[in-house]
């Protein structure tokens, strides 16, 4: 949202306004009367998360992870560490934890209480995460949330479906995808997706639309 | 506080419905709620376990029928009026018709943003032993707070078993409450769904939540 288009807003004949966009203009402007805020400090916020975080930032993580063992161990190990060592990847806050899907298990992520999510690897939180549906039914009947998504696992992989209750934010590391033996880190990446992430989906194919 | 935010288990919530090609904000004023509760936030007007208190304390049939932002922006105004930085009288004028209350950290200006794009640290010194340790089994206890928790009711009174040691950390429900940052240790705890939602349940689900150790008692 730029300051252009902040401007542009302020020109809108007010019957254009909803009565919330009126009261949220209304707070701002106190705060700024009072002395608590620049707004300038909130457009330089709001262009921050729209330009330093995203999943493009988690994509980088699970692609060097899959390339490189070493990195891999030590991202499952302590991933507020591993991450930090990656100069290019927007710095981390403490408490990320990575966990691994494997043949075996598939990793599901949700914060039932809220909305945690962890901003700086994937960027602020799509609708769903933060809506009803998904907070009451991921801890009950994760497969049926899956479902709803287009994801369907075997019957005998065990889910675990992790509850973001306190300041610890998880990442799942997906598995690889088939069929890209000798791929680049920055390939890899472009195959990552931010529901991948999440334990909603899965890594793009190769090969396939996108 | 036993809420309707605390959603886990609740049934009737229909399908999750993804939106394709989702914008970050749907409209400007989003934008701005977000903005400027993380201003008021860094300049000292209250911390992460308040401002989620506010949230919850919503009317159940406000919480439910308010997008996300919204419950935000209402969460905010609540929060600045009960702790004096606005007044009724300036909500009601659209402007700053009271005097400003001094915040702890001051003015919120453009050189403090950089900051708040890291996450805060909540892990603390450990003012005593853990009692727990990984591979013990516990019991969510059955409390029951009127203030903030981060205890879902999904769990209480359920037997789990303690997975991951987290060290101490700040504990919400006196953070939250302006009660001090009272550091608990932390534990990741997970649960068989048998356990949780019965026997006829999908028994390849395990669930886990992070659990500060006053919700946990030996098993």
Not at chain 1, 143 to 168: H, M, Y
Not at chain 2, 170 to 176: E, G, L
Not at chain 2, 194 to 208: C, F, I, M, R, Y
């Amino acid at each position: 949202m730029s300051e252009h288009d902040h401007d542009h807003h302020h020109d809108h004949d007010h019957s254009e306004l909803s009565e919330t966009e009126l009261r949220v203009r209304a707070l701002e402007t106190i705060l700024t009367e009072k002395g608590y805020v620049e707004p300038a400090a909130l457009d330089a916020i709001i262009q921050a998360y729209e330009t330093k975080i995203g999943p493009h930032n988690g994509a980088q993580v699970v692609a060097k992870a899959w390339t490189d063992p070493a990195f891999k161990q030590a991202l499952l190990d302590d991933a507020t560490r591993a991450v930090s060592t990656l100069g290019h990847v927007s710095r981390v806050g403490d408490h990320l934890v990575a966990v691994e899907n494997t043949p075996q298990r598939h990793n599901v992520i949700v914060c039932t209480l809220c909305s945690c999510y962890p901003w700086e690897m994937l960027g602020l939180p799509p609708i769903w995460y933060k809506a009803a549906p998904y907070r009451s039914r991921a801890v009950k009947d994760p497969r049926g949330v899956l479902a709803d998504f287009g994801v369907s696992l075997p019957k005998d992989t065990e889910i675990r479906v992790w509850d973001s209750t306190a300041e610890t934010r998880f990442l799942v590391l997906p598995m690889r995808p088939a069929g890209t033996e000798g791929w680049s880190e920055q390939q890899l990446a472009e195959l990552v997706t931010r529901d991948s992430m999440i334990g909603t989906g899965f890594p793009k194919t190769p090969g396939a639309p996108s | 506080m036993n809420g309707v935010h605390d959603m886990g288990g609740m049934d009737g919530f229909g399908k999750v419905e993804p939106e394709p090609n989702e914008p970050m904000f749907h409209t400007e004023w989003e934008a701005r709620v977000l903005a400027m509760v993380r201003a008021m936030g860094a300049a000292g007007a209250f911390n992460i376990d308040t401002s989620r208190f506010y949230r919850e304390a919503l009317p159940p049939h406000v919480y439910l029928a308010s997008s996300y932002y919204k419950k935000w922006f209402l969460g905010l105004e609540d929060l600045l009026v009960d702790k004096g930085y606005i007044a009724a009288e300036d909500v009601a004028a659209g402007h700053a018709v009271q005097p400003a209350k001094p915040l702890k950290r001051g003015k919120f200006t453009v050189g403090d943003v950089e900051r708040i794009m890291v996450r805060g640290k909540f892990g603390r010194t450990a003012p005593a032993p853990a009692k727990f340790k990984p591979g013990d089994r516990v019991r969510a206890r059955n409390m029951h707070p009127l203030t903030h928790t981060r205890l879902p009711r999904y769990v209480r009174g359920h037997v789990g078993v303690v997975e991951r040691d987290h060290g101490c950390q700040v504990f919400p429900d006196t953070a939250a409450m302006e009660a001090g940052e009272n550091p608990q240790w932390l534990y990741t705890v997970v649960f068989d769904s048998a356990e949780l939602w019965g026997p006829d349940s999908d028994p390849t689900v395990k669930v886990s939540i992070d659990a500060f150790e006053p919700y946990l008692e030996a098993e």
